[in-house]
C-alpha cells in the first residue's frame, strides 16, 4: 500500500493537477519547499510580476506623445507594494483551491521509485509527478551579488529605479526587461552575443524588433560575449570576449533558465538537459512523470499547466488527445508591440523541408496602427499544399492575445476556406490576420 495515490513535487502549476486528482477522488500529496510561493516562478518572480511592471511602463511610454501634455514617471515603491498586496491575494486564492490536498512545506527528492523524501521523512506514492521548474542561468565569470549584478528576480523588488542598466542576453527576460526599463525612462545598455534578435522569427519581425528597441532609446550592443563581470566602486565592470571593457551602475543577467533536475536521486529515471519523458510526459519510470520547465520541453507557464492536466487526466484514466506542445503559443512581452508565435513557421518549416504558401501582411496597411505605435508591425500566416492553416507569426501590439485565434484554428484543423468565412471586427489588429488569409 502506498501513503498516496498521487504525489506532486513542486507547487508552481503542479498544483492545478493536484487540484482536479483530489476532487476526483484521490489522495493527494503536494510538496513544496516554501508554501508561500505556491504558484511558482510565473505567478511570484515571473511572468504576472513582469507583465504588471510592463503595463504600467506602457502608460508611461504612451504618455510620451504630442496629443499629451506633462510628464508621468513610475513609483517603483508603489508599484512593489502593489504587486506583493497582488501575489499575496493570489496565493491565498491556490491555497483555498488546494484545500482538499495534503501540502508539504520542504524540498522533495525522489529517492527510490514511488518514494519521496522530504527533510527526512519518506512518503510513498502510486504515481509521482514532478514538476520541479527551473532556475537562472548565470554563466562562468559573473560574480551574482543580487545587489549591482543581478537576475529578474531582484528587478521584480526594485522599489527605485536605476538610472542606467546593462542587460545580458537577448532571450524573452532580456527583451522584456529592456523594454520595461527603457519605456519607464532609464538608460539601457542590450548586450547580445550574436547580431540578431528573435533568431528563429521571420526576418522582417526580427529586423522591425530591433528597430523598436532602437526607438525606445536602448543601445545595442552587438557580437559582445561577457568573459566577466564583478562589482567594483566604480561600478560593475564587464570584460567582453574581444578584450572590450566598460562599467555600468548595474547589470542584469538574462542568460536564460536551466530545468531543476536535482530533484532525481534514483538511476530509473533518466535525466540530461531536463528529465527525461516520452509524449505523454512520462519518465523511464513507469507512473512517474516530469511536467513543466524541469523536463526541458518548453519554459512557459501556461504549457506547465496543460501537461500536468494532461498528466493528472491521464492517471485519472480519461480519454484525450495528445498534447501537442507544438500548438502551444509562445510569445514576448516587448512595449509597444510583442512577439507571439504558434504551430510551424518558416524557421521551422524550411529546417523540416515542408512544403508551404506564406502569406505576409503589414500593420503600416491599416489606419489603426498610426495611433498604436505599430506601423512596423506585421502578421504572417503559413498554410501547406492543401491551404490547411500550419502556423502564424505576430508582432504588434497585444500579440499574445491575438494568436490566440490562430492556436483555435489549428486544433480545429482549419484550412483558409473556413478561415476566410470569419468576420473580424474594425477597426481592430485582428483584421490584419484576417487579411493574411484572404491573400492566400
Do not use: W
Request: aromatic share 8%; hydrophobic share 40%; proline share 3%.
Amino acid at each position: 500500500m502506498y501513503d498516496y495515490d498521487i504525489i506532486y513535487i513542486g507547487g508552481g502549476l503542479n498544483y492545478a493537477g493536484a487540484v482536479i486528482a483530489a476532487k476526483n477522488g484521490k489522495k493527494v500529496a503536494l510538496i513544496e519547499t516554501k508554501l508561500n510561493q505556491l504558484g511558482g516562478t510565473c505567478l511570484h518572480k515571473g511572468c504576472i510580476p513582469s507583465k504588471m511592471f510592463l503595463h504600467y511602463a506602457n502608460i508611461v511610454y504612451e504618455s510620451k506623445n504630442e496629443i499629451l501634455t506633462g510628464t508621468l514617471s513610475l513609483d517603483m515603491a508603489s508599484l512593489f507594494t502593489k504587486k506583493e498586496s497582488l501575489l499575496e491575494n493570489v496565493t491565498k486564492a491556490i491555497l483555498k483551491q488546494c484545500s482538499h490536498v495534503e501540502l508539504i512545506e520542504g524540498k522533495g527528492k525522489l529517492t527510490a521509485p514511488n518514494s519521496v523524501e522530504v527533510d527526512g521523512k519518506t512518503i510513498t506514492g502510486e504515481h509521482i509527478v514532478i514538476g520541479t521548474g527551473s532556475h537562472h542561468f548565470i554563466p562562468e565569470g559573473i560574480e551574482y551579488d543580487k545587489e549591482s549584478i543581478i537576475t529578474s528576480d531582484e528587478v521584480l523588488n526594485l522599489t527605485k529605479l536605476p538610472k542606467k542598466i546593462a542587460i545580458y542576453g537577448v532571450g524573452a527576460i532580456g527583451l522584456e526587461m529592456s523594454s520595461f526599463f527603457a519605456a519607464s525612462g532609464v538608460e539601457v545598455t542590450l548586450i547580445n552575443r550574436k547580431k540578431t534578435i528573435l533568431k528563429n522569427a521571420h526576418e522582417q519581425i526580427s529586423q522591425a524588433a530591433k528597430t523598436q528597441l532602437e526607438k525606445l532609446g536602448i543601445e545595442m550592443l552587438e557580437n559582445h560575449s561577457v568573459k566577466s563581470a564583478k562589482s567594483t566602486k566604480k561600478g560593475v565592470h564587464v570584460l567582453f570576449e574581444d578584450g572590450d571593457e566598460r562599467y555600468f551602475p548595474m547589470l542584469l543577467v538574462a542568460t536564460g533558465r536551466k530545468p531543476n533536475t536535482d530533484v532525481i536521486q534514483t538511476k530509473e529515471i533518466s535525466v540530461q538537459k531536463g528529465i527525461i519523458t516520452d509524449e505523454h510526459f512520462e519518465t523511464t519510470l513507469s507512473k512517474h512523470y516530469a511536467i513543466g520547465d524541469c523536463n526541458g520541453k518548453l519554459q512557459l507557464a501556461h504549457s506547465a499547466r496543460a501537461e500536468t492536466l494532461y498528466v493528472t487526466n491521464r492517471i485519472l484514466g480519461k480519454e484525450q488527445p495528445p498534447l501537442m506542445l507544438e500548438r502551444v503559443v509562445k510569445f514576448i512581452h516587448t512595449l509597444p508591440m510583442s512577439y507571439a508565435y504558434v504551430g510551424k513557421i518558416k524557421s521551422t518549416l524550411e529546417q523540416e523541408g515542408v512544403e508551404y504558401k506564406e502569406s505576409l501582411v503589414p500593420l503600416s496597411q491599416f489606419a489603426y496602427s498610426l495611433y498604436n505605435h505599430a506601423t512596423k508591425g506585421v502578421m504572417i500566416s503559413y498554410v501547406d499544399k492543401e491551404g490547411f492553416i500550419l502556423g502564424a507569426e505576430i508582432f504588434s501590439p497585444n500579440a499574445e492575445e491575438l494568436i490566440a485565434t490562430v492556436a483555435m484554428a489549428l486544433e480545429g484543423e482549419m484550412d483558409t476556406l473556413h478561415a476566410k468565412r470569419t468576420v473580424f471586427a474594425h477597426p481592430t489588429f485582428s483584421e490584419a490576420l484576417e487579411r493574411t488569409f484572404f491573400k492566400l
